[in-house]
Nanobody, 125 residues
Framework: VQLQASGGGLVEAGHSLRLSCAAS????????VGWFRQAPGKEREFVGA????????YYSDSVKGRFTISRDNAKNTVYLQMNNLKPEDTAVYFC???????????????????WGQGTQVTVSS
């Protein structure tokens, strides 16, 4: 499966963005899809994920209550709605997917098999 992340941009603090992760090659409706981000000089970190079966969502503490992940299986796309953005949310955002990710590994980037190319999000203060 090939993943294409899009929707990044430059916004002011307090504003919103919606990122998209579109899959091609096969359906990823049953995959766990995760969002990660990487700021300059920092490790890639978990942002959130959505399970394929049941659609349960999980978030890092830093974004919980501000970011929401949803999926549209008909469009083979997963979204990351980011509200009340902060300057510390500035990073390159990546989507990733995997078909056999156990719950205890959902925050582990090494558990994901397929990665998109990343989209830049910049939040000005």
């Amino acid at each position: 499966v090939q993943l294409q992340a899009s929707g990044g941009g430059l916004v002011e603090a307090g504003h919103s963005l919606r990122l998209s992760c579109a899959a091609s090659g096969r359906s990823f409706s049953r995959d766990t899809v995760g969002w990660f981000r990487q700021a300059p000089g920092k490790e890639r970190e978990f942002v959130g994920a959505v399970r394929g079966s049941g659609g349960a969502t999980y978030y890092s503490d830093s974004v919980k209550g501000r970011f929401t992940i949803s999926r549209d299986n008909a469009k083979n796309t997963v979204y990351l709605q980011m509200n009340n953005l902060k300057p510390e949310d500035t990073a390159v955002y990546f989507c990733a997917s995997g078909s056999r990710i156990i719950l205890s590994e959902i925050r582990n980037k090494d558990a994901y098999h397929y990665w998109g190319q990343g989209t830049q999000v910049t939040v000005s203060s």
